[in-house]
């Protein structure tokens, strides 16, 4: 397989998932200058000209989310996803979604400084409502958590959700609220995160 990257973009939070899956050595990472993503070569992978980009044979995954589904199906014996006819596969999705969409539309409405009284304004029409009600969401599943938002078990929707929350945080784009403090404390131990900064930063 070939992850298309840049290590200066969201392209990172798929690296400490090769890392627990086991298969970093059967991903070739190829690093695409920020002013290459727009030529036609790499336009032919991903006519969008964004990273992540999983190429495995004649598949190409785009869309981090899409990305995670993916990996954690085609290693399913590695235990990160649950499988299709486990009860929790649906909440497994729902928080990958959750990350995705609303937590990241979130954090790219404040990273280009649109106030939260616009925001207010719009908020039937926007994924996440409001900032309030982004961090509630965020709150009563980590109230859930046991210590992972499946229970006992990882999974690659808690690597997703906690490299999004410290980047976040790094930024101040989100509070480091203590309900958060378990979760994000649980995965910084995690050796495949060792090396990322956010989780060292926050
Ligand atoms: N929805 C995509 C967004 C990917 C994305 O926006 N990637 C940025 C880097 S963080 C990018 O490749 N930007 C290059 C460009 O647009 O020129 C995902 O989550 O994978």
């Known amino acids: 397989m070939k992850l298309y990257s840049n290590t200066r973009s969201r392209s990172n939070t798929i690296l400490p998932l090769l890392k627990e899956l086991g298969i970093v050595d059967q991903v070739e990472i190829i690093e695409i200058p920020y002013e290459k993503m727009h030529e036609a070569e790499y336009l032919n992978i991903n006519p969008m000209g ?13 869309e981090t989310a899409a990305i995670f ?37 979130y954090m790219d409405m404040k990273s280009v400084k649109v106030t939260a009284e616009q925001m207010e304004a719009q908020k ?63 995965i910084q131990q995690r050796e495949s995160v060792k090396d990322v900064h956010w989780f060292q930063a926050v």
């Open 50 to 62: 964004k990273v992540p980009c999983l190429v495995d044979g004649d598949s190409v995954v785009t």
């Open 124 to 186: 039937t029409g926007l994924s996440f409502g409001n900032e309030q009600l982004l961090l509630d969401f965020i709150k009563i599943g980590l109230s859930r958590a046991n210590p992972y938002l499946l229970g006992e078990k990882i999974t690659a929707a808690d690597l997703y959700l906690a490299y999004w929350l410290v980047y976040a945080m790094s930024f101040k784009i989100i509070p480091y609220l203590d309900e958060f403090k378990p979760f994000i404390q649980g």
């Open 69 to 105: 589904a993916y990996l954690t199906d085609k290693y399913i014996e590695k235990g990160f996803a649950p499988a299709l006819n486990d009860p929790k596969r649906g909440e497994y999705l729902k928080w990958l979604f959750f990350c995705h969409g609303p937590l990241t539309e």
